[in-house]
């Protein structure tokens, strides 16, 4: 058996994962001008096509195709690609899906792989997909507790998902899916400045001729992939309009200024899933792109600046080490297809049924308090919020230096946003100079420092150790069971003994 991914995420794919269930009047034509139109056949999407005829044989004629074939021609094109690559004939597939499909979709959409000779092994959610591709390389730390933002930046729709990753477990916390940002507004951006230009020049419209709108769109679409790649890019398109030849140049600065308003659009989409999730920006490890238009530089960019320094942005122009944000979703089912490949079908679905996937999560973190430098209190947080459970951490204290008994206080934690105004500057004594306008120029204002701080919540549990030795240090398990149970185990190491409890549920 080989396995192999089909991500759904694909432009094409996508769509029909999205129509193949779908009635013919909920679905949005718009992006299908430049192909096949769909039509309303008995209320089901259609699509009138004709099949490419073999050298010397005649055309066929024109058939009525539903949009399930349509997606099994698709998938049957896509797995006869990778069988001729690889040599192997591909006969089991991971494939990745919005996080907004339905089960009718996931039926429909698995249905279509089947029909195309393909066992569907596990269906995984985008943004899941994408993480898992990052947490397995060697170099990351799967095991950490991370605050992570997927943005799925694609063709024709943007989807942007919260999740919180703990101890390799996932949780999709928020998600916002988003038709009026995406790479095709990039394009149209473009193609508005670029008919202008010729307009002006030529005093002829491209855009009135379906011809020339439809070469004005594929040439600005190859500039926008060139300026993801360097600074200046050339767009020459032959006899575009009233048989005219058009050749112009645009650097990057000028493009990210023409797509000004996409690019903040995309920055909104990110900044509203943040606090749809409940969290703020702070509260942020990391920040993945993925899909072809998180190519763009200046996407990136933005968000580096909207996000702390501490937060890392996981894209080609902020980050060496990045993935190709085109082939990761790719990567992360192919991964997750390597781990499932030897279980048999029954016990795949027996793991990822919602009796097993949808668990309980704690809703604040758990810590320990400490007395800080100067006689604080300092809550340390040793089990994270939105941990799904049943789940057990372990950590190991330093214990006061001269030894003794040592108290342990368990308890919950929260974090808020604390804001400091800078201090007003103290202004300039005139000298006298009335003349000098540059003196009169006022320097920019700081802005407000904002940190997140930890506070104590409720107690939960205290536990006691005696007679600890000089230097050692003491063992603290966090154990939280299915039902929200929590038992505290507290012991010196290399010492005997130790102090366990209990506390029920709430």
Known sequence: MLLTLIPADDAASLRFGLLTSSSFKSIDPTHCHAAAHPKDISGAVSFSIQDKAADGDEASKPSTVSIGDASTRYLRRLVGSASDYLGKKVTSAVITVPTNFSDKHREALSKAANDAGIEVLQLISD?????????????????????IV??????????????????????????????????????????????????????????????????????????????????????????????????????????????????????????????????????????????????TPRIANNLRAIFPETTQILAPATSATAINPSELLARGAALQASLIQEYEAVDIEQSTHPCVTTVKHITNAIGVVATGPNGEQVFTPIMQAETAVPARRIVHVDAPKLGGDVLVNVVEGGTHIKVTKPEPKAKAVANGDDDDSDDDSEEEEEEDKREKIWKIGKPLAEAGIKGVKKGAKVEITINVAADLSVTVTAREIGGKGGVRGTLAAP
């Open 127 to 147: 943004p899941v997909a994408a993480v898992l591709a990052y947490d397995a390389r060697v170099e990351s730390d799967e095991g950490k507790d991370k605050m």
């Open 150 to 295: 997927v943005a799925d930046l694609g063709g024709t729709r943007s989807d942007v998902a919260v999740i919180a990753s703990r101890g390799g477990m996932y949780t999709i916390l928020a998600t916002v899916h988003d038709f009026e940002f995406a790479g095709v507004h990039l394009d149209d951006a473009l193609m508005e400045h670029f008919a202008k230009e010729f307009t002006k020049k030529h005093s002829a419209d491209p855009r009135t001729n379906p011809r020339s709108l439809a070469k004005l769109r594929q040439e600005a679409e190859s500039t926008k992939k060139a300026l993801s790649l360097g600074t200046n890019a050339q767009f020459s398109v032959e006899s575009l309009a009233d048989g005219i030849d058009f050749s112009t140049t645009i650097n990057r600065i000028r493009y990210e200024m023409v797509g000004r308003k996409v690019f903040e659009g995309f920055n909104r989409l990110v900044e509203s899933v943040v606090k749809k999730a409940g969290l703020d920006v702070l509260d942020i490890d990391e920040v993945i792109m993925c899909g072809g238009t998180s190519h």
